[in-house]
């Protein structure tokens, strides 16, 4: 299928194919044409399977046309739970929307000047994209007017729902037209977002796209464990020194940590940075573009400062500290494997942790190789179970990662190339067949 058998007006059509996209992604294939019918829709999709032009096309395509109604206020509204993931979304828009020229843009997220947001929403506005928060406080001093809004666009609204903000959503989505269209992206549409999605929305459309199915390349995944803090330092000065990455994000579960591992790996001549919630949005902003740039090559970041990077050069993703929640896996390992390209996604769990790594497996639906380095393997290994690693008792695997796409190199193997140094565990007892392709999976 070709973007031209979507129903796209030409402008459009024309700025994917500059911006290097060929054909739509299954999302795009499905949502698209749904929602340029008019449709509610309801779309169980993973941030990398191309969401994003999935609502945005059909958003770009309305506004392709000039309102015939008066007012300043926007036409399109799309709520995001970070302050990164909605200045993606509207430098998306401005990509697939550039000859649109008439069109005006604005994102009202926490953390940037309000003069600017109040200057932007003080002339007719097309296109807002907001975090809940942001746009309560725009709403409460009645600086917002919904009464054009044709389309709402809930992205991410599990998240959302995560992040406490269903309240602002609710009062949110009262304060808009009943006439409106409704398109709620969520990364599942079970429990409490079904429930909120059914309330919000009339007759909608499902479309659930497969966890796999996605427009990235391909993420090899592994999986290290290790003894302690200090043994996880150890592996991650591995796959740095070896991994040959050009960029790579560290996740870490807390924002102190992120400093002090950033401080650390500079301090060893790294060009690396943290990311978290605490920074000044400016400053957060100004890292984001250095990474784009290719000013950092190592970020450390939280899972909320980290949703939204879209930065195709990212080789590497390590999983310092374990997700919270295991939909997280999802969104860091994603971080990779964009725009077409490979990555590799390793992630480091202390044995005793083996719980929360089998919880990951379970939401997956998958299992992640779990491989180790030699000489620095864990003496400690987690005990057995349904879902445990095979191999010898007590032993390690000694398949070497044929795939070629191991992350790392060991110098005792006196291989340098990718993936000559990973060894990987024999197959899982009860498990599918761990080829090394076996934990592999499009991006997203
Ligand atoms: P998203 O899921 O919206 O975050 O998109 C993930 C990545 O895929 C982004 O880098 C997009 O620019 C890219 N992308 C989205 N749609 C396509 C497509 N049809 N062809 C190629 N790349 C795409």
Redesign the pocket.
């Known amino acids: 299928m070709q973007?031209r058998d979507l129903g796209l007006p030409a402008t459009i059509t024309r700025a994917?194919e500059e911006?290097?996209?060929?054909?739509?992604?299954s999302v795009?294939a499905e949502a698209v044409p749904a929602a340029l019918a008019g449709r509610d829709l309801l779309v169980s999709?993973?941030?990398?399977?191309?969401?994003?032009?999935?609502f945005l096309l059909p958003a770009l395509t309305k506004l392709s046309e000039r309102s015939t109604m008066r007012g300043n206020g926007p036409r399109v509204l799309v709520l995001t739970p970070t302050r990164e993931l909605a200045q993606?979304v509207e430098k998306?828009a401005q990509v697939y929307g550039k000859d649109l020229r008439w069109m005006r843009t604005a994102c009202l997220v926490g953390g940037s000047s309000f003069g600017f947001q109040i200057r932007a929403l003080s002339r007719p506005i097309d296109l807002v994209v907001a975090t809940p928060g942001r746009l309560m406080d725009h709403m409460r001093s009645g600086r917002i007017d919904f009464s054009r809004l044709e389309m709402l666009v809930l992205d991410e609204a599990d998240r959302m729902l995560d992040m406490g903000f269903i309240d602002d959503i609710e009062a949110i989505v009262k304060a808009t037209p009943e006439t409106r269209q409704t398109v709620l992206f969520s990364a599942t549409l079970d429990g409490i977002v079904g429930k909120m999605a059914e309330r919000m929305t009339r007759e909608p459309q499902r479309i659930e796209i497969a966890r796999t199915e996605?427009?990235?390349g391909t993420i090899e995944e592994h999986l290290l464990y290790a003894d302690d803090l200090n043994h996880k330092h150890r592996l991650l000065d591995h796959i740095l020194k070896e991994s040959g990455f050009d960029q790579c994000v560290i996740f870490s579960a807390t924002k102190a940590y992120t400093e002090e591992l950033a401080d650390k790996l500079s301090d060893q001549g790294y060009s690396a940075a943290c990311l978290h919630g605490d920074m000044p949005q400016s400053w957060r902003n100004r890292t984001l573009n250095d990474l784009r740039r290719g000013r950092i090559k190592i970020l450390v970041a939280t899972d909320v400062a980290a949703r939204g990077i879209?930065v195709?050069t990212i080789t590497h993703v390590v999983n310092f500290d374990l997700p919270k929640q295991a939909e997280d896996y999802v969104h860091r390992i994603g971080r990779t494997g964009?725009?077409?390209r490979d990555g590799t996604a390793i992630t480091l769990a202390e044995s005793k942790e083996f719980h929360k790594v089998r919880r990951i497996e379970q939401y997956l639906k998958r299992q992640i190789v779990e491989g180790v380095i030699e000489g620095m393997e864990p003496t400690r290994r987690p005990p057995k179970g349904p879902r445990r690693t095979g191999g010898k008792p007590g032993g390690y695997g000694n398949n070497r990662n044929a795939s070629g796409n191991g992350y790392g190199r060991d110098r005792r193997e006196g291989g340098y190339g990718r993936g000559e140094g990973y060894q990987k565990r024999g197959p899982r007892r009860d498990g599918p067949s761990s080829s090394p392709r076996s934990s592999s999976h499009r991006?997203?």
């Open positions: 973007f994917l911006a290097g996209y060929t054909e739509p992604t795009q999709a993973q941030t990398g399977s191309g969401k994003t032009a999935a993606q998306n996605t427009s990235g879209d195709p964009r725009a077409g991006a997203d």
